[in-house]
């Protein structure tokens, strides 16, 4: 099971720390991904990393003011969300899937999601 929580009503150009908790399972062996979705809008890839090898994988239009971290003692994977834009306003979901040869964007790719946490950047 995974829970994501950290969200919140942000101004633009400011920042939120995101969370993911893994409870039920270690999740250090999978690679743990956040993505978004927008009303009206398709899910979106924002991050990922597979902290064993300490590899990630970013979205070019977080590139810079996104960070994806994991701590593998607290089963938990962050996302670090700096200078953020209006237009980022969405519900950010974590998700975990089994590894691969590559980190993936694709959100098929990923087996296990957590509810989403609502994340709102006012202008």
């Known amino acids: 099971q995974l829970q994501a929580s950290g969200g919140g009503l942000v101004q633009a150009g400011g920042s939120l720390r995101l969370s993911c908790a893994a409870s039920g399972r270690s999740f250090s062996s999978y690679d743990m991904g956040w993505f978004r979705q927008a009303p009206g809008k398709e899910r979106e890839f924002v991050a990922a990393?597979?902290?064993?090898?300490?590899?990630?994988y970013y979205a070019d239009s977080v590139k810079g003011r996104f960070t994806i971290s994991g701590d593998n003692a607290k089963n938990t994977v962050y996302l670090q969300m700096n200078a953020l834009k209006p237009e980022e306003t969405a519900v950010y979901y974590c998700?975990?899937?089994?590894?691969?040869?590559?980190?993936?964007?694709?959100?098929?790719?990923?087996?296990?999601w957590g509810q989403g946490t609502q994340v709102t950047v006012s202008s």
């Open positions: 990393i597979r902290y064993s090898r300490g590899t990630t």
């Open positions: 998700a975990a899937g089994p590894q691969r040869i590559g980190l993936s964007h694709v959100a098929a790719m990923y087996a296990y």
